[in-house]
């Protein structure tokens, strides 16, 4: 897939409120907008498993306290143009 062919992915809920067409200029949404309930997905540094973080929470895991979260991988194609 090239680079100029691949679309920005949009969820589902992004696309639902201006869904009715008749919103005004505030209806249009970026795909840059960051929900204030949406949930990133970290890997605790000790322990592992896979801890839902929202924004303006806490950076600690849930199960052991480490404050060492890594952010997982993106499923996206990143692709690099090498010389």
């Known amino acids: 897939m090239s680079r100029e062919a691949y679309q920005i992915p949009t969820s ?15 209806a249009q949404r970026s ?5 204030a309930n949406a949930v990133m997905q ?4 000790d322990c592992g498993i896979k801890c839902p973080l ?14 060492v979260l890594y952010k997982e991988r993106t499923k996206r194609m990143v692709q690099f143009e090498a010389r």
């Open 54 to 67: 929202r924004r303006n929470e806490l950076i600690r895991c849930r199960e052991c306290g480490c404050r």
């Open 12 to 26: 589902s809920q992004a696309a639902a409120p201006g869904a009715g067409g008749a919103g005004g200029a505030g």
């Open 42 to 45: 970290y890997i605790c540094g």
């Open 31 to 35: 795909p840059f907008d960051v929900d």
